[in-house]
T-cell receptor, first 115, second 111 residues
Framework: DGGITQSPKYLFRKEGQNVTLSCEQN?????MYWYRQDPGQGLRLIYY???????QKGDIAEGYSVSREKKESFPLTVTSAQKNPTAFYLC??????????????FGQGTRLTVV | KQEVTQIPAALSVPEGENLVLNCSFT??????LQWFRQDPGKGLTSLLL???SQREQTSGRLNASLDKSSGRSTLYIAASQPGDSATYLC??????????WGAGTKLIIKP
């Protein structure tokens, strides 16, 4: 089945630790995104990538880093510089199709908790 | 800067009712608009995509309309069922191909 796979589903981080969230897609989409979701708020964009080996900061990139070495993969590292990392993290991908527009698809999310 | 507002924030109705969820956005220069559904603790599921040149899209019991000039979209759910209970999010795509998010409408359908 085609789709976006995020792992792990739950992740616990100790203070001062870096952790990496995985996002893999087999949809052959060019663009990939990372969002953060906090209770009662809209999704906030962390980083996005329109093409392999290129990525751009979103609205809340501080304390996060990404890489895009392969089209299928867009891992997100939450560094110790991120002071409030407890949140639900969503990965998405999109493709622009002539006549249809640009549609985004999402993974099932990773819930990160600081312990 | 584009801002998205979804009204109501929460809605609880008996099963079988037809209902309307509202989404407004401040900048009409959008590329398209997508409606999503999110179940608790889960990712987002795409429901409908409306291009900026379209007025509406339908999928089963769902119908989404778009009035770009007035900055409004509505999601109509016919004959609601308990399985429709979820949070519904609308997201217009701006001219930079970025989705802009509202806080969502939490819908509860009572059996």
């Amino acid at each position: 089945d085609g789709g976006i796979t995020q792992s792990p589903k739950y992740l616990f981080r100790k203070e001062g630790q870096n952790v990496t969230l995985s996002c893999e897609q087999n949809l052959n989409h060019d663009a990939m995104y990372w969002y953060r979701q906090d209770p009662g708020q809209g999704l906030r964009l962390i980083y996005y990538s329109q093409i392999v080996n290129d990525f751009q900061k979103g609205d809340i990139a501080e304390g996060y880093s990404v890489s895009r070495e392969k089209k299928e993969s867009f891992p997100l590292t939450v560094t110790s510089a991120q002071k409030n990392p407890t949140a639900f993290y969503l990965c998405a991908s999109s493709i622009q199709v002539a006549g249809t527009g640009t549609e985004a698809f999402f993974g099932q999310g990773t819930r990160l908790t600081v312990v | 800067k584009q801002e998205v507002t979804q009204i109501p924030a929460a809605l609880s109705v008996p099963e079988g009712e037809n209902l309307v969820l509202n989404c407004s956005f401040t900048d009409s220069a959008i590329y398209n608009l997508q409606w999503f559904r999110q179940d608790p603790g889960k990712g987002l599921t795409s429901l409908l995509l409306i291009q900026s040149s379209q007025r509406e899209q339908t999928s089963g019991r769902l119908n989404a309309s778009l009035d770009k000039s007035s900055g409004r979209s509505t999601l109509y759910i016919a004959a609601s069922q308990p399985g429709d209970s979820a949070t519904y999010l609308c997201a217009p795509m701006d001219s930079n191909y970025q989705l802009i998010w509202g806080a969502g409408t939490k819908l509860i359908i009572k059996p």
